[in-house]
């Protein structure tokens, strides 16, 4: 992940970083959202921390009801949301917390956590069915 | 908009009120600073300024010297002019500040009242404080007398703030000795002082939200020495240029003449002591004195402490037989920083002069006329025998019995 | 001033676009991140933030990377508060002079520091910082331990939690000192606004973050940071651990203005034991054999009477 082959004489004095490229001007960051930023390469955000996962969440969008509880407590920006609906999960990102899961107020869950091997096809196929109340007590 | 303030050709003024002054007119958008002897009256002109209009930056009184060049280092990467004031435990308890200021390539100017360093507690002058700062990856620039104090203070700015060099700027006086002693003043007037400094030029500000930017970020192993490797290059060949051009700018405004290091009596010298501040003064007077009975003494002063001016020192003192350096800061179980880099400069040419290293003046002791002709006339001595007939290192003025070191 | 960021409900929230990326080296789970969401999110304005040496500044910055979106800045350990009002500074001298370079823009400033960076050792530059009224907001992430370098006890650390520095162990219960009432301290210093948050709290949170950034003055947030590595509790628990902690009171919501005026902010429907909270977390495991047992019916009791007190507060408005 780090270039690590530049020589003292070839980057910014005072070990300065820039989110963006420095030809562009950004204006309105906080309503522009990734899609349509000009990332530098050292922002961060071109980076992965996908190999820091054991598990990954998988989302099934036949049970989301957009509450977005998943959005706003997800620690790694990686709940894609866009004009208020989840779209999915951005697995450069992920480090696998499984919050987003836990806070998921569904029944059965619109996300599960599955072994990261596993392919999305696979996880959806053996999605869990809805919960009684009865096992939900027993559980 | 701060008013103008009407200067006199010749103005009296100790060193502190130089240092306000020479701040006023660089129209410096925020100092934060702390008050602490020798150094208050530079934050208290100001203040004094600025409570009567003739200052419209910020003026920051924060609550220790730390938070001053903390608050300093912050101002700066926002992006404008920014100066402070300190002296001995207030600068000791920056240093931490002062090595992120240089790292971060930010140009604040720092002007040092110099003062010995705790324990045992003294408020006068010695070189203690500007000692331990010299590692830090600032520039610092060493002035003799309240003149100076004001002059190099504009031209700090010009140095540390230009593009190519980016780095943090120390103008060094003596505590007391330059800081408390009024003199007569030539300033510049208000306007030509603020045309000579400049406008501000921003880098990388954090301001300017159109280019976000990071500052103080951590780098390990993979990293860390590149970053350092840059910031001593551009400290080797960059800075000492510059300087020069400022100077010379500086003297075709004023016809003020300064060098890297200051010579007297060098042309034909055949022994020479290096000093800093006051010291270069009184230093020079002993000399015209001993010439007077035909010693062949010069006088050096070192104008430029960092980066450190090897090849102009060995240049100078390339032909010269015995060499005294004064270093007025305990070196605690060494020899003198002077001695030291003196040492380093002439081998590096190839040269072996008779060299001796006197401690002196430790929290404000004084260094006399006399005591300097007895230095003289030693160095004088070993060069007559062409060769060391004393120790290395002798404490001057110290009460006791003589107190000498390395050799005999 | 710029108008205020209409934030309705979670949907309309969720059309943020952050400004702290992902990929950043926050552990799985981290609660910082989820605050500093929050806060970033609170607003549509520019930001220029510092942060202390902590968890937060030393996984989001590590070169060649930044996670900041905003102009960003870290000095110390101790100093964030005055790196971020010395930014403040500069933004006034320039305004003043004609020489800001988006004039029209109206930036916010915000510091962030650890419960170390803040209660501790950058203690004295915070007091300075408010003391001299700077347009600011300073944000705690109390998480209770010096988490970055791997769980020495803190002024934050609560009484019985075992800490690298302070470990249980068979003549110890941990930790022997109370807790820092930061708050009390902070609204000691007639700041504008001070107030306390919990990240599982959104609502609560941000509309306490957007308060602040309409306060004229220096804003003082201690937001609650449960940290899955130093409590000890899975990383995907962060939200549920945060929610016993409101809902057992050990971190209540609520507000100071001026130094005086205090509204509780969250009253729990159902309370629950304070027991329970220790029970979730490994650094309180201890507390749960039988010769310590009088040091759970302690923290109850603490936990009441500081309750009582903050509702005696509320009612007498002084």
Redesign the interface.
């Known amino acids: 992940m780090?270039?690590?082959t530049?020589?003292?004489?070839e980057?910014?004095?005072?070990?300065?970083?820039?989110?963006?490229n420095?030809e562009t001007?950004?204006?309105?960051?906080?309503?522009?959202?990734?899609e349509n930023?000009a990332y530098s390469?050292?922002?961060?955000?071109?980076?992965?921390?996908a190999d820091?996962r054991v598990e990954k969440p998988v989302f099934n969008r036949d049970f989301c009801i957009?509450?977005?509880?998943c959005?706003?407590?997800?620690?790694?920006?990686?709940i894609v949301?866009?004009?208020?609906k989840m779209v999915g999960v951005?697995y450069?990102?992920?480090?696998?917390?499984?919050?987003c899961?836990?806070?998921c107020p569904t029944n059965p869950k619109s996300l599960l956590?599955f072994e990261e091997k596993k392919s999305e096809n696979e996880a959806l196929a053996n999605w869990p069915k809805k919960e009684s109340k009865k096992d939900k007590e027993a559980n | 908009m701060a008013d103008k303030m009407e200067l006199k050709e010749v103005e009296v003024w100790d060193g502190n009120l130089a240092s306000a002054h020479s701040l006023r007119q660089a129209q410096v958008d925020v100092v934060a600073a702390y008050p602490i002897t020798p150094s208050t009256p530079i934050v208290e002109n100001y203040a004094g300024f600025l409570a009567n209009g003739y200052v419209d930056g910020e003026y920051v009184m924060v609550e220790s010297e730390h938070a001053a060049m903390s608050g300093c280092i912050g101002a700066s990467a926002a992006g404008g002019r920014v100066a402070t004031a300190t002296s001995s435990q207030g600068y000791a308890l920056m240093v931490e500040t002062l090595y992120q200021a240089s790292g971060m390539r930010l140009p604040i100017v720092l002007h040092v009242v110099n003062r010995a360093l705790a324990a045992p507690l003294n408020v006068n002058g010695d070189h203690s404080d500007m000692y331990l700062g010299r590692d830090s990856g600032w520039i610092q620039l060493d002035s003799f007398r309240p003149q100076e104090a004001y002059d190099l203070g504009l031209m700090a700015f010009k140095i540390g703030e230009d593009h190519d060099i980016r780095l943090p700027v120390m103008v060094h006086q003596d505590g007391f000795l330059s800081s408390h002693t009024a003199q007569n003043i030539r300033p510049l007037q208000d306007d030509v002082a603020y045309n000579f400094v400049g406008e501000y030029k921003p880098y990388n500000a954090m301001l300017n939200f159109e280019k976000p930017a990071t500052y103080g970020v951590q780098t390990e192993e993979n990293w860390h020495f590149e970053h350092k490797a840059r910031q001593h290059f551009d400290l080797m060949t960059k800075v000492m240029p510059k300087i020069k051009s400022v100077f010379a700018e500086f003297e075709n405004l004023t016809g003020r003449k300064y060098k890297i290091v200051e010579d007297y009596y060098m042309e034909d010298a055949d022994i020479a002591v290096i000093a800093m501040g006051t010291t270069v003064e009184t230093a020079k007077l002993s000399a015209r004195i001993a010439r007077k009975s035909g010693l062949k003494i010069g006088v050096i002063g070192i104008r430029v402490l960092r980066p450190f001016p090897f090849d102009e020192v060995a240049e100078i003192l390339k032909n010269v037989k015995a060499i005294g350096t004064l270093d007025r800061s305990s070196p605690n179980g060494t020899v003198g920083m002077l001695y030291n880099e003196i040492a380093g400069a002439m081998l590096g040419i190839g040269k072996a002069p008779i060299m001796r290293n006197y401690i002196y003046g430790l929290g404000g002791r004084d260094i006399t006329v006399e005591m300097l002709k007895n230095i003289y006339n030693e160095l004088n001595e070993d060069a007559i025998a062409g060769k060391r007939l004393g120790a290395v290192q002798k404490f001057i003025n110290v009460r006791g019995p003589e107190l000498t070191f390395l050799g005999k | 001033m710029a108008e205020e960021k209409k934030i309705k409900n979670l949907k309309s929230f969720s059309t943020s676009a952050d400004r702290f990326e992902g990929a950043n080296l926050l552990c799985p789970g981290c609660a910082h991140s989820i605050i500093v969401r929050e806060v970033l999110n609170a607003t549509n304005d520019d930001l220029v933030i510092s942060a202390s040496t902590g968890c937060l500044e030393v996984c989001t910055a590590v070169y060649p990377y930044t996670s900041w979106d905003a102009s960003w800045i870290h000095i110390g350990f101790e100093n964030s508060a005055t790196a971020v009002t010395g930014a403040e500074a500069m933004y006034k001298a320039l305004k003043r002079k004609g020489r800001l370079f988006q004039p029209e823009r109206t930036p916010k400033f915000v510091a962030f520091g650890g419960d170390g960076a803040s209660y501790d050792i950058g203690f004295q530059w915070i007091s300075g910082a408010f003391e001299r009224g700077h347009d600011f907001m300073y944000v705690t992430l109390d998480n209770e331990v010096y988490a970055n370098t791997g769980g020495q006890s803190s002024g934050s650390t609560p009484i019985g939690a075992s800490t690298t520095t302070a470990p249980a162990g068979r003549v110890s219960y941990g930790e022997k000192r109370h807790k820092k009432d930061m708050m009390a301290i902070m609204a000691a210093h007639g700041a504008p606004y001070v107030a306390q948050v919990a990240p599982n709290k959104w609502k609560d949170m941000v509309k306490k973050i957007q308060t602040g950034f309409n306060t004229k003055g220096p804003v003082y947030i201690n937001a609650m940071s449960a940290c899955t590595t130093e409590w000890k509790f899975p990383a995907s628990d962060t939200i549920a651990v945060s929610d016993i902690a409101v809902d057992s009171l050990v971190f209540p919501l609520y507000e100071i203005i001026n130094g005086t005026e205090l509204n509780i902010t969250y009253r729990p429907k159902n309370i629950i034991p304070v027991r329970d909270y220790l029970g979730v977390q490994g650094r309180f495991k201890h507390l749960f054999q039988p010769e310590n047992a009088h040091l759970i019916d302690a923290w109850q009791k603490r936990v009441d009477a500081h309750w009582a007190y903050l509702q005696k507060r509320e009612e007498a408005r002084v």
């Open positions: 780090a270039k690590e530049k020589g003292w004489n980057f910014d004095a005072g070990a300065i970083l820039f989110s963006f420095k001007t950004v204006s309105n960051l906080a309503t522009t959202l990734p930023r390469q050292s922002n961060s955000y071109t980076a992965s921390v820091w957009d509450c977005q509880f959005w706003i407590y997800c620690p790694d920006m990686s949301s866009r004009n208020e951005d450069d990102h992920c480090k696998g917390c499984g919050i899961v836990d806070v956590m």
